[in-house]
């Protein structure tokens, strides 16, 4: 397929600008506790209206990605160690925030050893320990495949385990060249062999240059991997320098692949333009 950068946003991708006091409190959280969030980082197109309802996505393990992965805009560069006291920030920044859902990714650390596994435990203890209903959902790196990394982090007993496997295994050179589309689809299908009453979720993004034979056989690959939740979105590029947008994937695709997914036996599927992995993340924990 020709690659064409769209010269121009459809109507279905605008965004209505949102600002406001609530907004405002959550930035100034964020930043007197030294938090980052992906809502931020990775100019999520949904952060105005999250922000403005009291929620976030944090985003541990420091700012710099070790990854280059055309498609994302979170910075690559050298990191630092990780901050000790981050866990603690976080789960402050939950109860002062008074969330009932949260979600807590990272940035990806393959120059640690463990990936970050132990941090991500840790900041799932915390949270825990300072609000024991408060609902975990983690969104993974592939931690290079390491079966001690992952169990570390479900040891700590997260409710959702997440893990986005970003597009079709074609173009991985393309998008993801230091992943590996089986790595992630058998780090997904560990989970559930590991933790079978785990809930397990995913995502990837339309308009890569993907075809509907290969979005149809990623979905089946999920399921046969266990996954229980799922999230499709529309790609767009942070800028020239990153993998160009193929297309602009109309709403009725979006919806087309919702009701197959859902056939196959997704228990949540959210499809849309600006869906995005942490979008709306607690409607997933109704059907649990």
């Known amino acids: 397929m020709e690659k064409k950068t769209p010269q121009r946003k459809p109507d279905w991708l605008r965004i209505k600008i949102q600002t406001g006091e609530k907004q405002q409190q959550?930035?100034?959280?964020?930043?007197?506790?030294?938090?980052?969030?992906?809502?931020?980082?990775?100019?999520?197109?949904?952060?105005?209206?999250?922000?403005?309802?009291?929620?976030?996505?944090?985003?541990?393990?420091?700012?710099?990605?070790?990854?280059?992965?055309?498609?994302?805009?979170?910075?690559?560069?050298?990191?630092?160690?990780?901050?000790?006291?981050?866990?603690?920030?976080?789960?402050?920044?939950?109860?002062?925030?008074?969330?009932?859902?949260?979600?807590?990714?990272?940035?990806?650390?393959?120059?640690?050893?463990?990936?970050?596994?132990?941090?991500?435990?840790?900041?799932?203890?915390?949270?825990r320990r300072q609000d024991p209903q408060v609902v975990i959902e983690v969104l993974i790196p592939d931690f290079k495949g390491d079966p001690s990394a992952l169990a570390t982090v479900l040891a700590a007993r997260p409710h959702i385990l997440n893990h986005n496997v970003e597009t079709v295994p074609r173009l991985y050179p393309e998008v993801r060249p230091m992943a590996v589309y089986e790595r992630s689809i058998g780090l997904l299908a560990s989970v559930k062999k590991s933790v079978p009453a785990m809930y397990t979720k995913s995502g990837f993004m339309l308009g890569l240059g993907e075809t509907g034979a290969e979005v149809r056989a990623l979905l089946a690959d999920l399921r046969k991997a266990g996954c229980d939740f799922l999230t499709i979105g529309q790609y767009l590029a942070p800028s020239k320098k990153h993998h160009p947008v193929v297309e602009y994937v109309h709403p009725s695709i979006f919806a087309e692949y919702k009701e197959i997914a859902l056939s196959l036996g997704f228990l949540y599927v959210s499809s849309g333009p600006l869906v995005r992995s942490s979008y709306q993340a607690d409607k997933a924990a109704e059907y649990m």
């Open 26 to 127: 959550v930035m100034e959280l964020m930043q007197s506790l030294s938090l980052h969030t992906v809502c931020g980082e990775a100019n999520c197109p949904n952060l105005m209206e999250c922000f403005g309802r009291g929620t976030a996505a944090f985003m541990i393990l420091g700012r710099y990605c070790t990854r280059n992965c055309t498609f994302c805009c979170v910075e690559k560069n050298v990191p630092l160690p990780p901050d000790e006291e981050e866990p603690a920030h976080v789960a402050h920044a939950v109860r002062q925030l008074g969330l009932k859902h949260v979600v807590v990714t990272s940035v990806t650390r393959d120059d640690l050893p463990d990936g970050g596994a132990a941090h991500f435990a840790r900041t799932i203890e915390e949270i």
